[in-house]
């Protein structure tokens, strides 16, 4: 499956943002079934979850982003989004969107910078 993210930028603390992750090879059927996630990695910090969807759309979130990041999917146009709001400083990192297959077949996407300015 390939992913590709789009939609990061230099926003200041507050602000809000929203990235999308398009599969526009993948068969539809193929994306609907997919478990999707986005992650993101800091300098010098290890890669680390923001938040998940499945197939079924339940969602799950890292304790750091609840309650101001939303994922969510629109399976007919086979993308994945994260919508940011209020956003901090800490939130600056490269975003990467994820995805796994039934058989467990990972794929990444390129990652999309996000820089928040206090």
């Known amino acids: 499956v390939q992913l590709q993210a789009s939609g990061g930028g230099l926003v200041q603390a507050g602000g809000s943002l929203r990235l999308s992750c398009k599969s526009p090879?993948?068969?539809?059927?193929?994306?609907?079934?997919?478990?999707m996630a986005w992650h993101r990695q800091a300098s010098g910090k290890e890669r680390e979850l923001v938040a998940a969807?499945?197939?079924?759309?339940?969602?799950m979130y890292a304790d750091s982003v609840k309650g101001r990041f939303t994922i969510s999917r629109d399976n007919g146009r086979k993308t994945m989004y994260l919508s940011m709001n209020n956003l901090e400083p800490e939130d600056t990192a490269v975003y990467y969107c994820?995805?796994?297959?039934?058989?467990?077949?990972?794929?990444w996407g390129q990652g999309t910078q996000v820089t928040v300015s206090s």
């Open positions: 994820y995805a796994r297959s039934l058989s467990g077949a990972e794929s």
């Open positions: 090879r993948s068969i539809l059927s193929t994306f609907n079934i997919l478990d």
């Open positions: 969807i499945n197939s079924d759309r339940q969602t």
